[in-house]
């Protein structure tokens, strides 16, 4: 990744309710949802929502599809796997053990295993 296009990714997610998105859209998984349920759950207007999900699709970190007469959203795992990869490229100087234990946290942990290992 280009840091011009993490600049674009950081710019889509510094805003809430994209940010918002993207953590929804992460935790239903590949089968994503509708920009009617993204609306709800974000508690933003249709056209409101629209204008957003353009903007993360545009960063590259959501992905549309067509299903019937429905647009479905779903997290873009490549386009945020390689915005960590930017981050993470040149870990620590050259000492991978420092970010070692941020690198091996599984990503799809049970959210109360999550809570209980933070607590």
């Known amino acids: 990744m280009k840091a011009s ?3 674009g990714a950081f710019a889509a997610l510094s805003q809430e309710t994209r940010l918002g998105i993207v953590r929804l859209l992460v935790r239903e998984g590949p089968n994503g949802l509708s920009a009617g349920a993204i609306a709800d759950a974000a508690k933003v207007s249709p056209s409101n929502i629209s ?6 699709e545009h ?5 549309a599809r067509r299903e019937a007469r429905s647009i479905i959203y779903s997290a873009s795992y ?3 796997r390689d915005l960590i990869g930017f981050l ?9 053990e420092i970010c ?5 946290e599984p990503c799809c942990s049970p ?3 999550r809570k209980r290992a933070h607590a």
């Open 5 to 7: 296009q993490a600049l």
């Open 51 to 56: 204008f957003h999900l353009k903007e993360l």
């Open 59 to 63: 960063a590259g970190l959501i992905e």
């Open 78 to 80: 490549d386009g945020l």
């Open 88 to 96: 993470m490229k040149d870990c620590c100087a050259g000492r991978p």
């Open 100 to 104: 070692a234990p941020v690198l091996a």
């Open 111 to 113: 959210l109360k295993a």
